[in-house]
Structure formats: structure tokens, C-alpha cells
């Protein structure tokens, strides 16, 4: 018992031990509990529980079971629920809506351990459970689920995730000061359904609140792809935490009050929480190895947000475009906590954020950042504002690899290569420091139609990078490779397209080793074109590839160089009229599904 005092309680007994009789506060989780700042609702445990809260986490509770959430106790002030790290839908089915068989977010990798539509499910059992207790939900599932929004699984338009789970207040984005004044004012003797002007929160009114930005109602954007991409462009507009404004979109006779989102952190708020008493541990009870963890165990992460604005990411929507670093200091003294853990043997796997390059990275700006309403700083082209020195990350990493106890320090979070190009002192490190033979990169596409989709660089960017890395690895004498990451049957991308990308990685000597078919998640530009064949913010109609067919066949393309997908590819060849480039694709050595001179 005296290792699982040093956990938020997860039971009657750890509570106990902790000297207490009631919770303030339950988190209900569908993650597996790793105390890690890796994970949502283990983080805002410990950012509650250093405000002085008592707080308990039931993870993984059976939801079809009233005991399984009753085990701590009737809390005091409300439940805070999370459907985990990913997106229940996400986590349970591929894009070809398959059931997945597995689950990284719980021991041994078993799937099952939470339902579909968790927030909606957890939701229901608490109320279940504590008749009366208030409900806040948060976390990715309930935070891009907040507006009324196009749902792949159901293939319909959804109504907020606030109303369909019968919340009384949703929290999006990372949720930290959001919950924090939810927790103030609830122990203050306010009911969370009637907390208004919280930042990050969504709540629903009876009545059209005054002011705001009144969005198409769920009726309009349910039955109407137009008005849904007028919802979209209006809410997109105030995504910026210093100038957005209130939307409001009404649901039959109720409507859904969304804040603007709350304001970034800054340095020191984020070194606190990353501060905090984290174990670096799953809980003690689990006696499988939790997959999620493996991967994460030995790094560290350095900041949040992402300004890449990429159409298909919901990162931005999230963390927000807004880079939040922590201090060279804070992530010196993570460091030196990683060392001293007996189980580390020497190598850091990851030293990152969502782009491990956008470390210490900022908007020059301050007058032109509270009014920007770009969705990122880099496309079409990097924002003159933007402040591309990379002087902090590379004395960050020279640090650490100075560091006592560090033997290897690697990236493996993601670069953005299009902004390498102005972060020549990081490139170099990079290659010769924290590449462990081979870069993972993400151009998605190499069309340049569809990167303009995707608000990517083209083609030529990725041209530039590839012979940049290759020359530099030659001159250091170093045989490092690059692991392009692609995405098929995204909207824009034609049979044809997908051909043109096929021939590049045959030209350019490039192997996809995964290919991530697109899966259109609420919140995200690219689900917005999905649904309505249009790009609301250019008003250009979209080619979006449906049928599972197609599907099958673009990703074979990106796949051409393995056997088994040798007969989708010569069908997609067929079928663009474009039989003469098998040649080219498979060297000469098949055509028409036949050897030649045979």
C-alpha cells in the first residue's frame, strides 16, 4: 500500500491510506491510469490535486456496472470524464470501419476495455451511479465534438457531444485553468451547468444568450452541406484565444454555448505542471505491460501546440496553433528524474512535442498574433511574423546529450522539413546527433493539388529536403535514410494522383512502410471537404474518394513496391488509362500482370 500512496487513489483503500473519507473530485477515464504528463486525466489529476482537491481516478470502469464507479464513493463537487487519449471511435475502428483488435491504452494491449461513444457512455453510467452529481466531460473525444459535427461511423451530421451525452459543462483544449475554475467555483457552491465566461468551456442555455457569433443551427448544418461549411468557416475564424468571440449554435430549443478557448500557458505555468509528482508509472495493479507507456516511457516532451495548420490534424484544434515551451531548466530537471530511474539504461527515445522542431519557436508579433485568424503560420508560405530561430532547441539538445547518465538522445515526434530549411544549426544536429538511421518525415502527399488540400508544402519542398538530407549525410559520412509517411484516399487525391505519387517514391528511391488511410475524425478541415465535397474556405468543390474501392486501390499505389498489392496497382493503372507507366513503376519487370518475353 505504501507504493500506491504515491498514485492518485484509485480505490476505497488508497483513500483511506490517504486519511480521506470523500472525494472532491472523480475522474473516469478510458485509458488505462499511467502517471505520466503524457496522459490527460492523470495530468489534471495531479494540477488538481496541488490546488488542494481530493481527487480519485476509476480507469476503465465497466460502464454497464454501477459498482464498478461507486467503488470511492459519491464525490463532493462533480465527475470530470475523459474517453482517453484517443477518440473511442478512432480507437475501435480502422477507416474501412473494421474493428480493431487491439488497444495500446490498456494492459496487454487487449481491445474492449471502453465503449463506443465514451463520453456518451461513461456519462450516462455515472449519472447512473450518483443520481443528481454534476458531470463535466472533457478530453480529444468530447473537446472537437463540442459543435454539432459530421460523425464517419454514423455518416451524419451529430449533434454536440454536450447535449447527446446530457453533460452539465465541457471542457476542450488541454483543460488545465478550465477545470481548475470549474473546481473553485463548484466548491464555492455553484452548479457547473449554470458556470458561465469560463475560457475552454462549452455549456447549453435555454435561451439565445446576448451577443456572440450565432453559427447555422444542428437543423441547417444536418440537412444542408452549405450551411455546414458556413458553420465550419465561422468557427474556424475564432479559434484565436485573444480575439475569438463566443459562438452560439442552436439545437432545437436549446443552444450550445461555446467560449473562445483559453489563453496559452505560459513558461513558468507549464514548468509547474511538468513540476508535478508524476511516478513515470502505470499504477501498480496492472499486471500486464501497457503498450501506450512502452513507447513513451523514456521520453520527454518539451512543449505543446502546433502552428502547421495541416487540414486532417486535430492538434491545432486541441493544443492549439500557439507554441508553449517549457524551460531549458524544467526539461534539464525531467532529465535528470529520467536518469536517476533504474530502469533507464541510457537512451532518451524522444525529445518533442506534436513537431519536435517548433521548440522555443514563437510569433515575433505580439499586436499581430491577438488579431491573427490564420489557421497556421506555414502554409502557403511561413508567416513573415514567425520566429524560426532554432538557437533554443539546439542548446537544449547539446544539453542533454551533456547530460550524465545519457548515452543516445533521439527525435522520433516529427520534424516539419519545410521549416528545417530555416533551422540550418538544428539540421545539423539532427543528423549527426539524434537520428538513429532513419528520419521519419510527413509530406502526406507529393500532388501538389492535394497537398493544397491538405495545407501542406508541395511537391518541390520535399524535392529540396530530400537531396539537402542526402547530400549532408554524405558529407558527414553517415547512412541515414528517410521514412516518408503518406496518407491515402484523402480529399483531392485522385486514382491518378495517387499514380504521380507512386512514380515519385519509384524516382526518388523512397519505400512507404505505412500508409495511414484517411479517416475523417470531427473538428478537422479535411472531415468538413469529406462531408460536403467542398472546401469551405475556398469555396472550390473537392473530388473526395468514398467507395471502398478506390480506397483500396490508392493505398495500394503508395504500396506498389510490395508483391501482394502488384494486382490492385495494375487495376488502378487500367483504370487512369495509364497502363504505359507500369514500366516505369515496377523497373520494367511487369506489365498487364505479366513477365515479359513470357
Known sequence: MAENTLFIPTSREEMLARGWDELDILLVSGDAYIDHPSFGIPLLARVLENAGYRVGITAQPDWRDPASLQAMGRPRLFAAISAGAMDSMVNHYTAAKK????DAYTPGGAAGARPNRAVIAYCAAVKGAF???PVVIGGIEASLRRLAHYDYWDDRVRRSVLIDAKADLLVF???EAPLLEIARRAAAGESPAAMEGIRGTARIDRSRPVGGIELPSFGAVSA??????????LAAAENNPFCGKVLLQRHGERWVTVNPPPFPMDEGELDRVYALPFQKRPHPSYRQAIPAFEQIRHSITTHRGCFGGCAFCAITHHQGKLIQSRSERS????????VADPQFKGTISDVGGPTAN???LSCGDEAARSICRRAGCLYPRPCRNLVTSDGRAVRLLRKIRRHEGVRHTFIASGIRYDLLEHQQEYFEALLQHHVGGLLKVAPESVCATVTAVMRKPGPGLFEAFLQRFRQASRTLGLRHGVVPYFISAHPGATLSDMVDVALFLRRHNLRVEQVQEFTPTPGTLSTCIYHTGVDPLTGEAVHVPRAPGEKRLQKALLLSHLPEHRRDVLEALKLCGREDDGDKLFGGGERHGKKRGK
Open 99 to 102: 474493428i480493431r483488435n487491439n
Open 131 to 133: 443520481k443528481g452529481l
Open 173 to 175: 483544449g488541454m483543460g
Open 224 to 233: 444542408d452541406p452549405a450551411a455546414y461549411n458556413t458553420a465550419f468557416r
Open 331 to 338: 526539461v534539464l530537471e525531467e532529465v535528470g528524474r529520467l
Open 358 to 360: 517548433m521548440y522555443g
